[in-house]
């Protein structure tokens, strides 16, 4: 065991702040990484928060991690000291039921041990995550990440990336799908340039008019306001596919409009209350309104090297984490161009 910096809120809604949390020493199946960078996602907010229940203090966010690896346990295969790897939102699942034979591990039947705010499968050791110095994981949960990508752009790739790659992978969008993308923030404008990478025509449903040329920059063909309700009569009918990552409450019946006959919108963004949906809004036109939570170990990792073969990251901007609490603040108001990712170097000084 040894104790390394980290930044932990005590309790629902306290403020982050320097604490210490001890790292296990990496054994034979681990890999032990100094962190470089770690991204801030909505969900580190909603977590610390505590504003989906259940949340476990102190809590050490962060599930978007891109370090260097420092040692690797006597049967680690993949890595090697000097590796750039990366960690999502898993380190660990039971490895044997249905869902993680078929690498859908956030599936896991018994429960899979998330990054932080879970616990090891031993269901007692708390996970703490990348707001810290170093983090120690099984190589199975690790990810290689392309060396030709920018570490700092590359650390929100591990959920925002992931996150939105994966639905656009199961509902096959393809060149020329019409596709809608709700709310420009880490996912969104992950989204964005994914999709449109696989050829779809996006675009962008906002409620940010400021945001307009850097939703076209990143690669949407169309922007429209969501806050003027004449988008939703003009856009009736129009999406193949829609990818909806508001964090807050909103209706969905109203987005389930702008969808084609057929076509399906994926809710991502978590709001904390439940929005009720009418059953019209599914019937007329054979819709589908389906959910998708991050992805897989190997569907990250084929993420991660189509990123890599396409130059794909995320825009960030970079903070020391003694800016954790004023990021949040800003998230909160949707004020983020489009990820914040922490320089971990500042947690070292
Ligand atoms: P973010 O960076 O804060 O972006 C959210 C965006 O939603 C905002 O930038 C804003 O975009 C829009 N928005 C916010 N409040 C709104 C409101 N009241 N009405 C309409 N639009 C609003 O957040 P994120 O990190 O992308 O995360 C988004 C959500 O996804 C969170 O709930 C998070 O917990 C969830 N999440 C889910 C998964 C999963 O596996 N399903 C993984 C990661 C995160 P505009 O300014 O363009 O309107
Ligand atoms: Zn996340
Ligand atoms: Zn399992």
């Keep these: 065991m040894s104790k390394i910096p980290a930044y932990a809120a005590a309790a629902a809604k306290a403020p982050l702040a320097p604490y210490s949390v001890d790292r296990r020493e990496p054994g034979e199946h681990d890999v032990l990484i100094d962190i470089l960078f770690c991204g801030v996602c909505h969900s580190d907010v909603h977590q610390v928060r505590d504003e989906w229940?259940?949340?476990l203090?102190?809590?050490?966010?962060?599930?978007?991690i891109i370090g260097r690896v420092k040692q690797v346990g006597a049967h680690v295969k993949k890595f090697k000291p000097g590796d750039m790897a990366g960690v999502g939102c898993m380190v660990d699942s039971c490895r044997e039921c249905a869902p993680c034979k078929d690498d859908l591990e956030q599936f896991c039947q018994k429960?899979?041990?998330?990054?932080?705010?879970?616990?090891?499968?031993?269901?007692?050791?708390?996970?703490?995550?990348?707001?810290?110095?170093?983090?120690?994981?099984?190589?199975?949960?690790?990810?290689?990440?392309?060396?030709?990508?920018?570490p700092a752009g590359a650390a929100p790739l591990l959920c925002a990336g992931i996150t939105t790659y994966s639905p656009l992978r199961q509902w096959n969008c393809k060149k020329g799908d019409r596709v809608g993308v709700v709310g420009l923030g880490g996912l969104g404008h992950m989204a964005v340039k994914l999709a449109s990478s696989m050829g779809a025509e996006v675009t962008m449903l906002s409620t940010s008019r400021a945001k307009e040329a850097d939703a076209r920059r990143l690669g949407?063909?169309?922007?429209?306001?969501?806050?003027?309700?004449?988008?939703f009569q003009r856009l009736a009918g129009t999406f193949d596919l829609i990818i909806n990552?508001?964090?807050?409450?909103?209706?969905?019946?109203?987005?389930?409009?702008?969808?084609?006959?057929?076509?399906?919108?994926?809710?991502?963004g978590v709001p904390p209350e439940a929005t009720p949906v009418h059953a019209f809004s599914l019937i007329g036109g054979n819709k589908r309104l389906a959910g998708s939570l991050i992805g897989g170990i190997a569907q990250t990792q084929?993420?991660?090297?189509?990123?890599?073969?396409?130059?794909?990251?995320?825009?960030?901007?970079?903070?020391?984490?003694?800016?954790?609490?004023?990021?949040?603040?800003?998230?909160?108001?949707?004020?983020v161009r489009y990820r914040f990712v922490i320089d971990i170097a500042s947690l070292k000084s």
């Design 245 to 268: 990552t508001i964090s807050a409450p909103h209706d969905y019946n109203k987005y389930l409009g702008m969808l084609k006959p057929m076509g399906t919108m994926v809710v991502v």
């Design 111 to 150: 429960g899979a041990a998330f990054t932080y705010n879970g616990t090891e499968m031993d269901r007692k050791t708390p996970t703490f995550g990348g707001y810290s110095t170093q983090v120690v994981v099984d190589e199975r949960f690790t990810l290689k990440v392309p060396e030709n990508l920018d």
């Design 220 to 231: 949407a063909s169309n922007f429209a306001l969501t806050s003027d309700e004449a988008t």
């Design 57 to 64: 203090f102190p809590m050490v966010p962060g599930h978007e």
């Design 53 to 55: 229940g259940g949340s």
């Design 302 to 335: 084929e993420m991660l090297d189509y990123c890599g073969a396409h130059g794909i990251v995320s825009e960030v901007e970079i903070i020391p984490i003694q800016k954790i609490n004023e990021a949040y603040e800003r998230m909160v108001k949707a004020d």
